[in-house]
């Protein structure tokens, strides 16, 4: 078929041909890596934005307001259903995971586990590098020993929604799931906030420092196998 459309066509215009092919094929490469080098270039610049903030001040006094203002509407029942959502992060993680172990897509799980398991490395030692303690508004419900800053639900929930973006992102309904996922990142924040462990900033630095991290590693693997048969990953 190559010697015959050869023979068809001159040999400068299949030529042409393949060079535009290379052009564009080249250039839709680097705006691939740019997307993600941006991206983590934006994050940790707001992530180190948020760690000088914190330094200056902590807490900001409109953070103490926001927490306050929630606590206002708690509830037995909201206390018990805040509990649960922190929870499903973790729970969401390893269900992922294990399912797909089940479908032996090796890359993509490897993927998933390094934007998950790494990044909660990341933040155990940011918690202890950085030392900020959580907010002492009220007496809580669900203690916790460890330090606040960054959030490690919020981080943990940014790296998982944002992997699974990147990982099934050739997929149909795309920005279903993209507004899926922000509305879990959104609630498991809020959840943190409402129990009172942690400030908005604790928030927001989890979130760059797991946007950051999933971007550099989805560079690295780049090209992964077909997310579960269903299109190109990574």
Known sequence: ????????????????????????????????????????????????????????????????????YLHAYATSSLDRLAVLISASVAVASVAILVYLIYRR????????????????????????????????????????????????HATQSMALVLALIVIFYSRPHRLVQILAGALFIIVVAFSRMYLGLHFPTDILAGWALAMAWVCMLALIFKKAEPALGMGRAI
Do not use: C
């Open 1 to 68: 078929m190559k010697n015959l459309a050869r023979a068809e066509f001159p040999h400068s215009l299949i030529h042409r041909r393949d060079v535009s092919h290379n052009f564009w094929r080249e250039y839709g490469l680097r705006l691939f890596n740019a997307r993600y080098v941006w991206g983590i270039l934006a994050s940790l610049g707001v992530f180190f934005l948020l760690v000088a903030l914190t330094n200056v001040n902590r807490p900001w006094s409109f953070e103490s307001s926001i927490l306050l």
């Open 105 to 152: 897509s090796w890359r993509v799980t490897a993927f998933l586990l390094a934007s998950t398991a790494g990044v909660e490395v990341i933040t155990r030692i940011a918690k202890v590098f950085f030392h900020h303690s959580r907010p002492q508004l009220w007496d809580v419900i669900s203690h916790q020993t460890s330090f606040a800053f960054p959030s490690g």
